[in-house]
């Protein structure tokens, strides 16, 4: 597992707590953003891909 990968894994665990506290706080915009971290963390893990790269791609949908 590179660094890459790792920070992917950690974006979903974080990108899981903002939206389970969007959810108890009525924080729809931190909900979301919790949802984006996770997908992100995901994509990041699973082809090791920096932070940069998946931003542009995500971008670019």
């Known amino acids: 597992m590179n660094s890459d ?5 950690w974006k979903q665990i974080k990108g899981e707590f903002k939206k389970k506290y ?10 979301a953003e919790g949802s984006f971290d996770k997908l992100a963390g995901k994509v990041q893990e699973r082809y090791g891909k920096s932070k940069e790269d998946l ?3 995500i971008d670019s949908w």
């Open 22 to 31: 969007g959810k108890i706080t009525d924080d729809e915009y931190t909900e």
């Open 5 to 9: 990968q790792f920070e992917g894994k």
């Open 55 to 57: 931003k542009k791609e």
